[in-house]
């Protein structure tokens, strides 16, 4: 069904939600994000049972590839990190505080582990490290994510909405950092102590010790207990995927600690590139929902750019219409209770009542005809722009403004422009919102469609010896037979929240221009809206020659000053 313009109102408060809805933290998992989320908790699960039977496989001279694993997890890790804080910085919860700095934490973590490992760069590693020195590191790391990601999950729910909204985030994301590198730095320096006061977690350069195993105990239960505090609680999309990284957390750790036949072997190379997977998953979900939800701001700000433009076309027009229906009967009453004002002022008949009522009748006039001035003047500033324009131009420039909102709904773009058309002499601003309106309509029309192709046609032709004609065509619901003209009356809509000014604007702007806006049906389906424009003809003139074809008695306004 067409309908001729719609609005909305929203109130602070499902404002205020509206935005929560488009933050990665709060924003809730769509069906198929859970099904990927699954599908790739699947998968980790099908890789460890391909990997479980080659786990104790030693892989002799693999050891020159740990710097590379370390770099790449090192990247990730503070790439991740980066786009946590910058998430902080629009939603200020300590949740994603405590996120950020675990991240942190465990790709600074990184640097002294490849640098301590036996047999990478040193012997016996670098920095002066001992035989303890990376299990104590690496220890660090295992622990420390799960840790964080449950102190995350926490705060989060004992979160009731968004906190500390008012403070500002560079101090609170400086102080996280400085925490951060104090407990990395301070770990390090622990590890780096001697293996005289380390606890004994490596029993040689390749195999761990029985108290190791106390390590990836830990990590488990906390794993577990991170995973049950985001399950029981509203899920975001990013607590889907943190969910999804415990898992290959989890999974990294019983390859290491379980199933592997220590250092080097296929199951420790696998559980490494579990652990480079599980910190490159959220990294990925980063980077994909923001460049989606930067897309979704980009077609949202230039949705309420064009429902501005239209507001301000609708208020230039509904002003205009005011004061071309008041100033007539205003006009009257001005020259009426002027001419009364005359003939009482003879010296006979002298009524003071009358004249004083009469002087109120023009006082009242002139006080109206100076508010719909005022309000006029509000809205319109000065008179708008009329040049030479190409019809095809400006309906090339509608149709950019909304291809957007035409691929999100599926809808097929057929343009059919007769080329070489002669100018029309318009504003282009009011022209344009026209078009945007008329297309706006059209895709409305469209949005139910479900047995046809929704198919936009856009034409220009020469229409007749005078005129040009514009076709606005869809494949949409179509034009009820006893609506006709009544879709171009004022504050006449079929839609839920219009307020049926659209088609009553376009029509206004079309007539001002000296052509006429109608609707029809489309054939097959769908409806066809059509409007006429003056084509200008006429070569255009430089500015010397029409100053010199000017009449000699005409002065320009600064003369007239003068």
């Known amino acids: 069904m067409r309908t001729s313009d719609s609005s909305g109102l929203h109130q602070p408060g499902d404002q205020r939600q509206g935005d929560q809805r488009f933050l990665l933290a709060t924003l809730p998992p769509g069906a198929g994000q859970t099904r990927l989320a699954a599908g790739t908790v699947l998968g980790l699960l099908a890789a460890l049972a391909a990997a479980a039977p080659f786990a104790r496989l030693p892989l002799d001279g693999t050891a020159v590839l740990l710097p590379a694993y370390a770099t790449a997890v090192l990247l990730t890790e503070l790439m991740t990190a980066v786009l946590l804080f910058a998430l902080y910085a629009t939603q200020r919860t300590p949740a994603l505080l405590a996120l950020a700095a675990g991240y942190l934490v465990t790709a600074l973590l990184i640097v002294p582990w490849a640098l301590t490992f036996p047999g990478v760069f040193a012997p016996t590693g670098l920095l002066g490290a001992g035989m303890q020195s990376t299990a104590v590191v690496a220890a660090g790391r295992r622990i420390g994510l799960p840790l964080f990601f449950l102190i995350y999950a926490l705060l989060k729910a004992a979160e009731s909405g968004p906190r500390e909204a008012h403070r500002p985030a560079l101090p609170a994301i400086a102080g996280t950092m400085a925490l951060a590198a104090g407990l990395a730095g301070g770990l390090m320096v622990l590890a780096l102590a001697g293996d005289a006061v380390l606890p004994r977690l490596m029993a040689d350069t390749m195999r761990e010790a029985p108290l190791w195993r106390v390590v990836p105990v830990t990590a488990l239960a906390l794993c577990a207990a991170a995973l049950a505090v985001l399950w029981r609680q509203q899920r975001s999309v990013l607590d889907l995927w943190l969910m999804v990284v415990l898992t290959a957390w989890a999974i990294e750790t019983c390859l290491l600690s379980f199933i592997s036949g220590g250092r080097f072997?296929?199951?420790?190379?696998?559980?490494?590139?579990?652990?480079?997977?599980?910190?490159?998953?959220?990294?990925?979900?980063?980077?994909?929902?923001?460049?989606?939800?930067?897309?979704?701001?980009?077609?949202?700000?230039?949705?309420?750019?064009?429902?501005?433009?239209?507001?301000?076309?609708?208020?230039?027009?509904?002003?205009?219409?005011?004061?071309?229906?008041?100033?007539?009967?205003?006009?009257?009453?001005?020259?009426?209770?002027?001419?009364?004002?005359?003939?009482?002022?003879?010296?006979?008949?002298?009524?003071?009542?009358?004249?004083?009522?009469?002087?109120?009748?023009?006082?009242?006039?002139?006080?109206?005809?100076?508010?719909?001035?005022?309000?006029?003047?509000?809205?319109?500033?000065?008179?708008?722009?009329?040049?030479?324009?190409?019809?095809?131009?400006?309906?090339?420039?509608?149709?950019?403004?909304?291809?957007?909102?035409?691929?999100?709904?599926?809808?097929?773009?057929?343009?059919?422009?007769?080329?070489?058309?002669?100018?029309?002499?318009?504003?282009?601003?009011?022209?344009?919102?026209?078009?945007?309106?008329?297309?706006?309509?059209?895709?409305?029309?469209?949005?139910?469609?479900?047995?046809?192709?929704?198919?936009?046609?856009?034409?220009?032709?020469?229409?007749?010896?005078?005129?040009?004609?514009?076709?606005?065509?869809?494949?949409?619901?179509?034009?009820?037979?006893?609506?006709?003209?009544?879709?171009?009356?004022?504050?006449?809509?079929?839609?839920?929240?219009?307020?049926?000014?659209?088609?009553?604007?376009?029509?206004?702007?079309?007539?001002?221009?000296?052509?006429?806006?109608?609707?029809?049906?489309?054939?097959?389906?769908?409806?066809?809206?059509?409007?006429?424009?003056?084509?200008?003809?006429?070569?255009?003139?430089?500015?010397?020659?029409?100053?010199?074809?000017?009449?000699?008695?005409?002065?320009?306004?600064?003369?007239?000053?003068?």
């Open 265 to 562: 072997s296929a199951g420790w190379w696998s559980g490494r590139i579990f652990g480079l997977a599980a910190s490159s998953v959220v990294l990925l979900v980063l980077l994909a929902e923001m460049t989606t939800l930067y897309g979704r701001l980009v077609r949202s700000v230039a949705a309420e750019r064009r429902v501005r433009d239209a507001r301000l076309a609708s208020l230039e027009a509904l002003s205009a219409s005011i004061a071309h229906e008041v100033n007539q009967p205003l006009a009257s009453m001005v020259t009426n209770a002027g001419a009364g004002l005359r003939w009482l002022d003879r010296p006979s008949p002298d009524l003071v009542e009358a004249r004083a009522a009469l002087r109120r009748i023009s006082d009242d006039g002139h006080r109206a005809a100076r508010v719909i001035a005022c309000i006029r003047a509000t809205f319109r500033k000065a008179p708008p722009e009329r040049r030479r324009l190409d019809v095809n131009g400006v309906i090339q420039s509608a149709l950019d403004r909304t291809e957007g909102e035409r691929r999100l709904n599926r809808i097929a773009l057929r343009t059919d422009l007769q080329q070489r058309l002669p100018p029309v002499n318009g504003s282009p601003v009011q022209l344009e919102q026209v078009l945007l309106n008329l297309i706006a309509n059209a895709d409305d029309a469209m949005s139910t469609v479900t047995d046809r192709p929704r198919v936009l046609s856009i034409r220009s032709r020469r229409h007749g010896a005078a005129d040009i004609l514009v076709s606005v065509e869809d494949t949409g619901t179509g034009l009820q037979a006893d609506h006709g003209e009544r879709l171009f009356e004022p504050f006449f809509t079929t839609k839920e929240h219009g307020i049926g000014m659209g088609l009553t604007i376009c029509r206004s702007i079309v007539e001002a221009h000296g052509g006429r806006l109608w609707g029809d049906a489309n054939h097959p389906q769908g409806a066809a809206f059509r409007f006429t424009l003056p084509a200008d003809d006429e070569p255009e003139r430089p500015a010397a020659e029409a100053v010199l074809e000017r009449p000699p008695l005409e002065r320009t306004p600064l003369e007239r000053m003068q």
